[in-house]
């Protein structure tokens, strides 16, 4: 049972604190944190593989002659010098919390299946 002595009205039953610093997360709740981050970090590459899309786009936009296409190529070049870049960072972040969450699973009572 977790401890209740920080909150009248207790604490959850899915994280108890133990040592000042430590986390007790059940297995449940524990699957279901690594899966999201797996769900992110593969949906990363989606737009990531529509470079060739965005390539013809830019060709037809640039030899496009209207007010319209220019503005529209402008917002263009904007997605393609911040957002890849964006992508690539987070792709980063979700990849060492990958890592992480296997450490944890590896080294603790979950046991190391990886199921």
């Known amino acids: 049972m977790p401890d209740s002595a920080d909150s009248p009205l207790g604490r ?9 610093d430590k986390i ?12 999201l981050i797996y769900e992110c970090y593969d949906t990363l ?11 013809s786009l830019d060709n037809y ?5 209207k007010p319209e296409a220019t503005k529209c190529l402008l917002l263009l070049n904007y997605y393609r010098d911040i957002v890849p870049e964006a992508l690539t960072e987070i792709s980063g972040w979700l990849k060492e919390a990958r890592e992480l969450m296997g450490i944890i699973l590896a080294a603790s009572n979950l046991g190391g299946s990886d199921d």
Do not use: H, M, Y
């Not at 959850?12 to 000042?20: A, C, D, F, I, V």
């Not at 590459?45 to 390539?55: S, Y």
């Not at 936009?61 to 002659?65: F, H, N, P, T, V």
């Open 12 to 20: 959850s039953q899915l994280l108890t604190s133990e040592l000042g």
């Open 24 to 35: 007790v997360i059940d297995r449940k709740t524990f699957k279901r944190l690594r899966s």
């Open 45 to 55: 590459q989606n737009p990531r593989n529509c470079e060739i899309f965005l390539t």
């Open 61 to 65: 936009l640039s030899e496009a002659a």
